[in-house]
C-alpha cells in the first residue's frame, strides 16, 4: 500500500506520528510532507521545543522507518503524490488545519499537501482529513461539509471514551485506529466496541 501522509499547523501531532507508525507496520510506503507549520506543531507537540530545525524534527518523527517512509518537501512538485498518474492507494492529511480546509475546499494548491490532497480528490481516491479545532465557524462548516461532497472522510480529533482509556496515548490510540480503519488497515489499538 502506498500513502501520502501530510501534517499541517493545527494542533495533532501525536495522532500523526501514531498514524505513522501504523502504516510503517502494516507494510506501507508512506510518502511525508509537513507544512511549516506543521513542523512547529510536530516540534513543540512531540519533542517541546518549537524552535527545532526542520531536518531534525523530521528526522525524529520519521525515526527508524527507513526506506519505507520518503520524506517530501512542501514545494516538491516532482514528486509521485503531485499527479494523478502515480499509483497511490491513499491520502491523509493530519492534523489538517482549518487553513488547509478552506484553501482545498476552494480548489487552491499552493504546495504539495494541496496538491496531493486534490489528486486525491479528482481521482475519486481515498482522502482522509483529520481535522482539530474547536469551536467551528459557519466558514469552516461549509469548507467541511464541501469537501465531504467532493468525497473526502472527515475525520475529527474527536476520541471516544466507551473503550475504557486510561491515559492520554489510549484516547491518541483512539482516533489513530479510527484513520488507520478508513485506509483499511487492521490494528489492535483499541478495543473494538462489542468484543
Known sequence: MRVFLGITGASGAPYAKGILD???GSGAEVGI???SAGIEVVATELYGDAALPREEVLSRF???AGEAVTVYDVQDWKSPYASGSARVDAYVVCPCSMST????ASGAMTNLIHRAASVALKERRKLVLVPRET???SIHLRGLATLDEAGAVIL???PGFYHGATSLQDLVDFVVA???DQLGIDTSLVRRWGE
Request: glycine fraction near 14%.
Open 22 to 24: 501504523g502504516l510503517v
Open 33 to 35: 510532507c509537513a507544512s
Open 62 to 64: 520519521v525515526g527508524s
Open 101 to 104: 480546509v478552506g484553501t482545498l
Open 135 to 137: 469551536p467551528l465557524s
Open 156 to 158: 475529527f480529533a474527536a
Open 178 to 180: 479510527r484513520c488507520l
